[in-house]
C-alpha cells in the first residue's frame, strides 16, 4: 500500500492506494477526516473510511435485471442488500497510479467482469487534486460490456478536528443542503420514492444544527454554480464547525450520513477513541437503487464521468437546532 501526500499553502492530502481512499485532510494543519492507523485496520472496516465506493454507492436487492438479463449481485447486508459494492468492492481493491504530478494523482483499477455480480471488464480512473482550499475528485470509467457504475467518495468529516478537546462531532454542526426533495424508503432500507422536504425535518435549504440521526439521500434543486478546475459544478451542501466545508458537484443527488453506525471505541489514526456520531459523509451520486429502475447503466460506447469539489474554510455562525430524535 502507498500512501501520496498532496500538498499546498491551505491543505495537506493523504490519498491510499488500497481503496482508492482519502486517509487524511489536513485544512491549515487541523485533521478534518477520520481515518485509521493501519492497513489492517482498514481492510477489516465497516464504515468505509474515505474509501471510493463502487461499482455502485448505497444499496440495492441482490437480483437485478439489465436489458432483461438476471444479474446476482453479492449480498452483504443484512443478507438482502447489495450495499457499496458488495462483499469486496473498490474499497478493499489495491489501485495502481496512473498518473501523478504538482498538486495531483489518479489511480486506476481494472474491475473484471463478473466482480461482485457486475457484468463487463470495467476501467476505473479516480483522479484527487488540490485547487487552493478544494479537494477536487474525479471519477473516470469505461466497460466492454453493458453495466451499472455510480461512484462516490466516503470520507467522513468532523468539523471540530479530530481529536478535539471536547469530542465534538456531528451533534452542533450546521448543515444546509440545497435540495427540495428526499427519498422514501422500504422496509429493506431501498429507494422506492421521494418527497418534498417542506415542512420536515429534512428542509435543510436554509440551514439547521444537525445531530447524528442522517442517513438519507436528498435530490440537488438549488441554481447556484461556480467553476472549479474548469468545470461547472452546482452547490449541493455546507457544514459549519469550527471549520467548514463545501460541497460542490454534477451528481443529481447527495447522502448525508451521520456517522450513526461507527462502531464504539473506534481508534483512529491519531489515537482517538470514538463511536457513533463522530463525523458525517457528503457522498454525492446518482439517485440509488438505480438497478431496480434499469438506470445508471454505462454502455461500451459511453463513458462515465462526474466530479465533485470539497471547499475548506473557517468555521461560520449556526442556525436553528433539529433534535436527533426527530430524524
Known amino acids: 500500500m502507498e500512501i501520496i501526500t498532496l500538498k499546498n499553502d491551505?491543505?495537506?492530502?493523504?490519498?491510499?492506494?488500497?481503496?482508492?481512499?482519502?486517509?487524511?485532510?489536513?485544512?491549515?494543519?487541523?485533521?478534518?477526516?477520520?481515518?485509521y492507523a493501519t492497513e489492517e485496520e482498514y481492510i477489516s472496516d465497516t464504515c468505509y473510511f474515505g474509501a471510493t465506493?463502487?461499482?455502485?454507492?448505497?444499496?440495492?436487492?441482490?437480483?437485478?435485471?439489465?436489458?432483461?438479463?438476471e444479474h446476482r449481485l453479492t449480498p452483504n447486508e443484512?443478507?438482502?442488500?447489495?450495499?457499496?459494492?458488495?462483499?469486496?468492492?473498490?474499497?478493499?481493491?489495491?489501485w495502481s497510479v496512473s498518473e501523478r504530478g504538482d498538486g495531483y494523482v489518479t489511480l486506476f483499477y481494472l474491475s473484471p467482469d463478473g466482480e461482485e455480480g457486475y457484468s463487463g471488464n470495467l476501467s476505473v480512473y479516480v483522479t484527487f487534486k488540490l485547487v487552493s482550499s478544494a479537494l477536487v475528485i474525479s471519477y473516470?470509467?469505461?466497460?466492454?460490456?453493458?453495466?451499472?457504475?455510480?461512484?462516490?467518495?466516503?470520507?467522513?468529516?468532523?468539523?471540530?478536528?479530530?481529536?478535539?478537546?471536547?469530542?465534538?462531532?456531528?451533534?452542533?454542526?450546521?448543515?444546509?443542503?440545497?435540495?427540495?426533495?428526499?427519498?422514501?424508503?422500504?422496509?429493506?432500507?431501498?429507494?422506492?420514492?421521494?418527497?418534498?422536504?417542506?415542512?420536515?425535518?429534512?428542509?435543510?435549504?436554509?440551514?439547521?444544527?444537525?445531530?447524528?440521526?442522517?442517513?438519507?439521500n436528498f435530490y440537488l434543486s438549488g441554481d447556484e454554480y461556480e467553476l472549479i478546475d474548469g468545470k461547472r459544478l452546482r452547490f449541493a451542501a455546507k457544514a459549519s464547525g469550527t471549520y467548514n466545508?463545501?460541497?460542490?458537484?454534477?451528481?443529481?443527488?447527495?447522502?448525508?450520513?451521520?456517522?450513526?453506525?461507527?462502531?464504539?471505541?473506534?481508534?483512529?489514526?491519531?489515537?482517538?477513541?470514538?463511536?457513533?456520531?463522530?463525523?458525517?459523509?457528503?457522498?454525492?451520486?446518482?439517485e440509488p437503487?438505480?438497478?431496480?429502475?434499469?438506470?445508471?447503466?454505462?454502455y461500451p460506447d459511453g463513458e462515465y464521468s462526474s466530479t465533485t469539489a470539497y471547499r475548506f474554510g473557517d468555521g461560520s455562525v449556526r442556525v436553528s437546532k433539529i433534535d436527533k430524535k426527530d430524524a
Request: glycine residues 14%; hydrophobic residues 35%; contains cysteine.
Open 53 to 69: 465506493v463502487g461499482r455502485c454507492a448505497n444499496r440495492c436487492g441482490e437480483i437485478q435485471y439489465l436489458n432483461g438479463v
Open 140 to 216: 473516470r470509467a469505461i466497460t466492454d460490456k453493458p453495466t451499472w457504475v455510480n461512484l462516490t467518495n466516503h470520507t467522513y468529516f468532523n468539523l471540530f478536528g479530530v481529536g478535539n478537546e471536547v469530542g465534538a462531532g456531528v451533534g452542533g454542526v450546521g448543515m444546509r443542503i440545497d435540495a427540495d426533495s428526499v427519498s422514501l424508503y422500504d422496509e429493506n432500507t431501498r429507494i422506492i420514492g421521494k418527497m418534498p422536504v417542506e415542512g420536515s425535518i429534512f428542509d435543510l435549504r436554509k440551514g439547521a444544527v444537525v445531530t447524528a440521526s442522517y442517513d438519507h
Open 245 to 286: 466545508v463545501e460541497c460542490f458537484t454534477d451528481m443529481p443527488c447527495i447522502q448525508l450520513y451521520c456517522g450513526g453506525f461507527i462502531p464504539e471505541n473506534t481508534r483512529l489514526t491519531d489515537g482517538t477513541v470514538v463511536g457513533s456520531g463522530y463525523g458525517f459523509c457528503l457522498e454525492t451520486q446518482l
Open 78 to 94: 443484512k443478507g438482502i442488500n447489495h450495499l457499496h459494492g458488495g462483499v469486496e468492492g473498490f474499497d478493499l481493491k489495491r
Open 10 to 35: 491551505l491543505l495537506e492530502v493523504e490519498i491510499m492506494t488500497l481503496g482508492a481512499t482519502v486517509h487524511s485532510i489536513k485544512y491549515k494543519g487541523k485533521e478534518l477526516a477520520l481515518g
Open 289 to 298: 437503487n438505480l438497478q431496480s429502475r434499469g438506470d445508471g447503466i454505462l
